[in-house]
């Protein structure tokens, strides 16, 4: 089995930046695939960013795009989201998920992993 554990959320203004972290334990080997979506309330959980084994490949979601950056450190098992630029509809709990296969899927359904979700708030 794989835990996953978020950290990094906080409160920022518009404008501003976080970095979240996603650590990963037990069979980690497994993970080919990383992925941060998030929710934010009444609406449904949505992709934000996947990364591949080597962290190569990547994939946004277009709003993120040229603002987000998702990494990987497979040495750490450490999976990170750096969010620059934040907006008021950015604000979400944010999830880390992992799946087994490779393909950069949009779909949480497609994840097997997922953590407990760190809260990112952004003021206007």
């Known amino acids: 089995q794989v835990q996953l554990v978020e950290s990094g959320g906080g409160l920022v203004q518009a404008g501003g930046s976080l970095r979240l972290s996603c650590a990963a334990s037990?069979?980690?080997?497994?993970?080919?695939?990383m992925g941060w979506f998030r929710q934010a309330p009444g609406k449904e959980r949505e992709f934000v960013a996947a990364?591949?084994?080597?962290?190569?490949?990547?994939r946004y979601e277009d709003s993120v795009k040229d603002r987000f950056t998702i990494s990987r450190e497979n040495g750490k098992n450490t999976m990170y989201l750096q969010m620059n630029s934040l907006k008021p509809e950015d604000a979400a709990v944010y999830y880390c998920?992992?799946?087994?296969?490779?393909?950069?899927?949009?779909?949480?359904?497609?994840?097997?992993?997922w953590g407990q979700g760190t809260q990112g708030a952004v003021s206007s």
């Open positions: 990364i591949g084994w080597s962290g190569d490949s990547t």
């Open positions: 998920a992992g799946r087994a296969p490779t393909g950069l899927l949009t779909r949480a359904s497609a994840y097997d992993f």
């Open positions: 037990g069979r980690t080997s497994s993970m080919f695939t």
